[in-house]
């Protein structure tokens, strides 16, 4: 595989990508309207229940609609993943992911290229809910919002990855767009998106306490988190890229027609 070659093959999966958001305008409305209904309408109700959270490892008061930002950046994050997952198994059964593959490059290039892909476009959905947020006075550091990229690129890469190991085991469009929803809400709930991971231990809310700790959206949130406020979570990446690569693997050996689930259901890729 030439280097020139690679290029062109991400340059042409990135742009038909690109064409196919810009077209489906209701889904970059989508994108924003969810998290903002959570920022707006949650946040404003439970600031008065709430009050001031205090948010390790900062040990400083923040405020509740503060808190939650990066469990909404990885709202948007996870949701397009799902989604540009979704559309891969809709590419499957309109014959388009046949011909991609098929392509002379290997598998494991293509299914990257078309997660990066996704990837970039979580990333611009992102911080357009930032700039949305800064506008309802939402105060983060401005260096917060270069910092995080790196974190958004990762969380963004796991989650996508996730919902493409998805798709190789759900094989018609309309089971997928069912399984997201017990996929996407416990992960999300199920997390410290909405509420630190502290105080349901002082709850003593410990089995979901547990499944926090080993839920990969935890620490994509977290990760986030930390980068906001300039600094690094070192855990939180390190299981991030953990997930990333496992979720990645398992996915591209999935997709391998001499190996993976299309070898045992007959179908090509």
Not at 101 to 122: H, I
Not at 156 to 182: C, D, K, P, Y
Request: proline letters at 6%.
């Amino acid at each position: 595989m030439r280097l020139s070659h690679a290029l062109l093959a991400l340059q042409a999966v990135t742009s038909r990508e690109v064409a196919k958001f810009v077209r489906q305008g209701g889904r970059f409305a989508s994108a924003l309207v969810r998290p903002m209904l959570w920022l707006v309408v949650f946040a404003a109700g439970f600031q008065n229940v709430f009050g001031i959270s205090i948010i390790p490892p900062y040990e400083t008061y923040i405020p509740y609609q503060v808190y939650i930002v990066p469990g909404l950046l990885g709202m948007v994050l996870l949701f397009n993943g799902m989604q540009s997952s979704l559309a891969m198994v809709y590419d499957r059964e309109m014959g388009v992911m046949r011909l991609l593959l098929t392509a002379p490059l290997p598998r494991w290039y293509l299914l990257f290229a078309k997660l990066l892909a996704g990837t970039l476009l979580s990333v611009l959905q992102a911080y357009a809910f930032l700039g949305i947020a800064a506008l309802f006075g939402v105060e983060l550091p401005w260096s917060g919002w270069l910092y995080a990229l790196p974190a958004l690129v990762l969380a963004g890469m796991m989650l996508g990855a996730l919902g493409l190991l998805m798709s190789v085991h759900i094989r018609q469009l309309e089971n997928f767009a069912g399984t997201m929803n017990f996929v996407i809400f416990p992960m999300f709930f199920i997390s410290p998106a909405l509420y630190p991971l502290w105080k349901l231990e002082e709850s003593g809310a410990a089995v979901v306490h547990f499944l926090a700790q080993v839920n990969p959206f935890t620490y994509a949130v977290e990760a986030i988190r930390f980068a906001l406020y300039g600094q690094i979570s070192f855990e939180a990446l390190g299981v991030v890229v953990g997930c990333l690569v496992a979720f990645f693997l398992l996915a591209a050996w999935g997709y391998d027609p001499q190996r993976g689930m299309l070898k045992r259901t007959g179908k090509p890729g």
